[in-house]
């Protein structure tokens, strides 16, 4: 059952932080931020350094390449809005700069994936007609 | 600082409660619990917190903590508030209710877990639960509570050989245990078969890997230790409640296998307890997926890491095993009412330490622990528990 009173699962894009992160998101970029103060490298992207507290910080890019921690696949259980897009594939992934993010995996099956296993990122659209970060195996 | 010590206990009927609604559930723990000590009343409690995780999303009511006091008629003279901890909810509102009288602020409060998840349609509950992690960053993605543990599994499963076998024989132990409590959702044993077939439903967990979506409340009777018999012929004494927290995310864990801030949070338990993890004779651990009591097994240091897997195939958390674990069922078959669970969990131990747990009783148990998780293995609250001497 889809009632139409069921608040869908979307990300925040109107703050200038996550603006950002989606506008250079629909560029095929991945960006974070970085303290200009001690160089802390910060994800998920933020306006202030939680190691030495400093509010310099700046928009890097990141190499958007990473590679496979765990992974799953959904077969039941669904968040609304999501259920027609069942089974998906979603990963743990360590970027190359040592970051570990959560996304969806695209253009694989599961069999196909392994832990190790090598992936960029790409593009996907949400329920909400938005963008969202995703991966796809590497060079595919 | 003095102790606190159990000494009323109740739980409503776990299941599909279509006939009680959610301060009605809580009401049957709470009853049970003031039928079980003595000399005290409603009237008398000074304090009462209810942990209860969503009841906003799951049956559109907040401020559940003043509106439980108004159906039980009671007005605390210290208080009353709702502990929100995903499903560690439960544990937290101990551990609070342990500080506020070892403190001196109160000396007998009223701890009530509830939780009603059967009323919403069933997509609204999955995204009730997708939102524990972080919507912004992981919900978005479509994670989900099975999804997060499995991504546990498959490292586990690499890393140290745990076959599907080992994570089916801990469900096939849980519903046993469960078909000797008459509280619990599930009172039928299921065979490694019956396992084995059932539907995928995030891989490679099974429908039967997971605990399911349930109705349920559990109250405890919290008093100071010193006034524990005028209330109770056999007081249950809370050694030590520890919690730790370290993020929200599925990947705030460093490692996927061991969870760290569990084994901090074990570590400090015990050591305020004075006692050593062999010396746990009954536990009731989070298995809200069969994984995760094969991962508590070694981070509560009842096997070496790794190991999980062969102490369930040996028969080593079974009653009449090295340590009985779940004896109530567990979150698999005795049901997780999130807000619940983790009161749920101190009734049983306390019901084992008293020597009252009917057909599943442990023989000679003095010593019993709980465990209970929030979120993605990011909060964890461990419990170790004693008969009053």
């Given at each position: 059952m889809n009632l139409p009173h069921i608040m869908l699962i979307t990300p925040n894009r109107k703050s200038p932080l996550m603006a950002r992160f989606y506008e250079n998101l629909s560029k095929n970029q991945l960006t974070t931020t970085r303290c200009k103060k001690c160089g802390s490298l910060l994800w998920p992207p933020r306006d202030f350094c939680p190691k030495c507290m400093s509010r310099e910080v700046e928009v890097t890019r990141l190499s958007g390449i990473g590679e496979i921690v765990s992974f799953t696949e959904i077969?039941?259980?669904?968040p609304a809005g999501m259920e027609?897009?069942?089974p998906y594939l979603l990963a743990i992934i360590m970027l190359e700069e040592g970051m570990k993010l959560l996304a969806r995996v695209v253009g694989a099956k599961y069999d196909e994936l392994s832990i190790g296993m090598k992936v960029e990122l790409t593009i996907r659209k949400l329920h909400d007609g938005g963008i969202v970060m995703a991966f796809k195996p590497l060079g595919r | 600082m003095g102790k606190s010590a159990v000494v009323g206990v109740g739980l409503s009927k776990f299941g599909?409660?279509?006939?009680?609604?959610l301060r009605e559930l809580a009401a049957e723990a709470v009853y049970e619990s003031f039928q079980d000590?003595?000399?005290?009343?409603?009237?008398?409690?000074?304090a009462v917190i209810v942990a209860s995780s969503q009841p906003e999303r799951l049956v559109v009511q907040s401020h559940v903590a003043p509106l439980i006091c108004e159906y039980l008629g009671v007005k605390p003279s210290k208080g009353a508030f709702r502990v929100e901890s995903a499903c560690s909810s439960g544990g937290v509102a101990l551990r609070m209710a342990d500080i506020m009288i070892r403190s001196g602020e109160a000396s007998k409060v009223l701890v009530v877990g509830v939780e009603k998840m059967t009323e919403a349609p069933r997509s609204e509950v999955m995204t009730t639960l997708s939102i524990v992690g972080d919507k912004d960053w992981e919900s978005i993605h479509g994670i989900t509570a099975p999804a997060g543990f499995a991504l546990a599994a498959q490292r586990h499963m690499l890393e140290y050989g745990t076959k599907e076998e080992h994570l089916g024989l801990v469900a096939v132990k849980n519903h046993a245990n469960a078909e000797l409590n008459p509280k619990a959702m599930f009172r039928r044993r299921i065979t490694l078969n019956e396992y084995k077939d059932s539907p995928p439903i995030a891989k490679p967990l099974k429908l039967l890997d997971c605990s399911p979506i349930c109705d349920g409340a559990s109250c405890v009777i919290l008093t100071d230790a010193e006034d524990a018999r005028k209330y109770n012929d056999t007081p249950v004494v809370v050694k030590s409640i520890t919690q730790t927290t370290i993020g929200?995310?599925?990947?705030?864990?460093?490692d996927l296998t061991t969870w760290k801030p569990l084994v901090e949070a074990a570590s400090r338990a015990y050591s305020l307890a004075g006692i050593s993890p062999k010396q746990v004779d009954v536990a009731e651990v989070h298995d809200c997926f069969t994984i995760a009591e094969i991962i508590e097994y070694e981070d509560l240091g009842f096997c070496g890491k790794g190991y999980g897997g062969r102490f369930v195939e040996e028969g080593q958390s079974a009653i009449g095993g090295e340590v009985a674990v779940n004896t109530s069922g567990g979150l698999k078959a005795k049901g997780h009412p999130i807000g619940a669970t983790g009161i749920a969990q101190v009734v049983e131990i306390t019901l084992q330490l008293r020597g009252e747990a009917g057909k599943r009783q442990v023989s000679g148990a003095d010593i019993g622990l709980t465990h209970n998780l929030g979120g993605f293995a990011v909060n964890h609250v461990v419990g170790i528990y004693g008969r009053m001497t």
């Open positions: 077969i039941d259980g669904a027609s897009e069942q | 599909k409660r279509e006939d009680a609604s000590a003595r000399d005290i009343e409603p009237g008398d409690v000074e929200n995310s599925s990947t705030t864990v460093d």
